[in-house]
């Protein structure tokens, strides 16, 4: 059925393409921001960078930032609940990769290292470009920034050409079958000469999302649990396939103003907010204990992020700089998790609100035609509440409870860089740079639930990290790129002193004997033009990761085990306990057959391992498994199409890390009885059409052949085969 599918799609794809055969040049250049801060030229980068284009975006119809993401294969996406997605970087992932928003860095102090799902809060439908840098970010971006970071520019208010003022947007609706979705996004840009107003917003509603036919019966959702008469009641599922308790709502909000007096001066003001319904945890529902569910709820309270951004920009021909950028910022974070054991009318709720003010003067002076200095310096300041309580669902009766962290713990961070870039030849550039970063914090713990053997933790550690690269152009054809690059993380809030249930039977305690750990990274590239019909793109890496924080079993007082949440739980603790590495190669293929036929392929190996307690080694969590990507392009001046195919190659129970063999309701079982995640692959469909110059309709057919299957790591199963229809309207 795969090869019907695919010989048929040739054969209309070569035909139509007949009719016009030019050969279309091939470009090894382009423009990208998020290596230095400023816009410069992709073939003068020393580290690979992946640009997602609107266009993109629009043709795939992500429902969600960590869909879009997850569209290359250089980003892997691990999903616990459909309100979710933890992008993994060369074997990365939560606070070792970075966000950042509008050149704004989304991380605060409570980013986990378990899987988290901040970027969903972005709208995948009000960005303009993504960026992704693979490797060590921290020169420009400081700590977390090891395994890569992600960069977000969302849409600019543009100005008005004439003393007319311009009016216009967008607007689009969207559904999709597997989950009913129902989305609905408009933007509007009202602008004069010098000044410039944008609006967006949109509002999304899954419903619960529903897996394929064909693949492994241990995914199917048999059972889930209701409240009926004042009692928790299992009852059966009358579509297995279904699974309950995974939908859930999200909007989102963004006002821009943007005034330049004159060409010397661009002021921008950005306001955004994004905030979820409740979202239903679905890994942890579909844990059985007994043959009977462990929970009757256990669901994120609504997901809110707002950001006020404002940044002024100035050039300059004379003096110390070219251009000069301010950036000022404030971000508020709030979440919350409730969960309820089946059976107990008691719930446990743990609320987090995070304010964090942040500021970055970046300048970039041009020394003469050879030679470009980037300079800046950057402080955050982040200050977590924190607090916990039971509530008796039943009467109402509330308790104080053991919070999820120290309540007003603090968590800051100074520190200044600067970057070199020379060309000493029209052939070659070489950039290098080196970035020092303070990092302070303090939390006070409460011992009214436990009794800690200190009262207070206060770490203050600094990190020199840089990078060293060089690009060659041996000829108009070859680029190569090697780059020797440093990354850091320090230590934050939730290392430092979160009390929670790591898993069923373990509770991690607060440790302030921590210090921060770092990274060394090596990469080599080539991107090779064949002709004037193809290129082919291939980096490869190695990563090697020092005084790794990591969770490991700890004691309290003595004790290896505490009563938590009513269960006798083994004692856990963030380390500085381990050293890992990460190697792998991406690669990535395009040849163009014609003005309209292309294909695109693309192929992520990585590999990894950490170092244990008994000096063994072990498969590193956050290594992805082998991704591969095939797609066919078809375009007209109307019309455009792909078809493409996505493998995820098998990973089995000897290659699991040691907290995945643990997770046997999240995998398939092999034929010895032991978990692992199955190989699957999925066809999809995407096109849209373009009726006039104002309107245009987008469809897909994703997982065409109906594949069961859940991504590696993932709590949720995938969607099964998804109709999806688009229709946009542009004026």
Known sequence: MKKNYLLLFILIASFASAQNDTIIQIQLDGAVISPNRWSSSKSNTVQKVISISPKDVQLQNPQTVADLLGGNTEVFIQKSQLGGGSPMIRGFSTNRVLISVDGVRM???????GNLQNVIGLDANAIQSTEVLMGPGSLMYGSDAIGGVMS??????????????LVDGSLMTRYSTANDEKTAHAYINLAGRKFSSLTSFTFSDFGDLKMGVHGPDEYLRNHYVIRENGEDVQVTNDDPRKQVQTGYEQYNVMQKFRYVPNANWDLNYGFHYSATSDVPRYDRLIRYRNETLRSAEWYYGPQTWMMN????ENKSDKGFYNNVKLNLAHQFFEESRHDRNFGS??????TEKVNVYSANLDFLKSINSKSTLYYGVETLFNKVNSTGEITNIEDGTKE???????????WNSYATYVSYEFKPIEKVTIQGGLRYNHISSKSKFNSQFYEFPFTEAKIET??????????????NNTTLRAVFSTGFRAPNIDDIGKIFESEPGSVVIPNPDLEHEYAYNGEIGITQRIGKFAKIDVSAFYTDLKNALVRRNFTLNGQDSIIYAGEMSQVQAIQNAAKAYAYGIEANLEVYFTNQFMLRNSVNFQKGEEELDNGETAPLRHIAPLLLRAGLQYQTKKFRTEFYVNYNEEVS?????????????MYAIDGEGNPYSPSWYTLNLKGIYDINSNVSVSAGWENITNQRYRPYSSGIVAAGSNLILAIRYNF
């Not at 600094?462 to 000829?475: D, W």
């Open 309 to 312: 951004n404002l940044s002024v």
């Open 345 to 350: 009318s008691d719930r446990t709720d743990q």
């Open 107 to 113: 991380n605060n102090a409570i980013f986990r290292s």
């Open 653 to 665: 129970n000897k290659d699991l890390a040691p907290s995945e063999q643990e997770k046997d309701y």
């Open 400 to 410: 104080e409870f053991s919070s999820r962290y120290p309540d007003g713990a603090t």
């Open 152 to 165: 977000f520019y969302t849409l600019t208010p543009q100005f008005s050409t004439s003393d007319k003022m």
């Open 462 to 475: 600094g990190a020199l990290t840089g990078n060293i690269g060089v690009n060659y152009h041996p000829t």
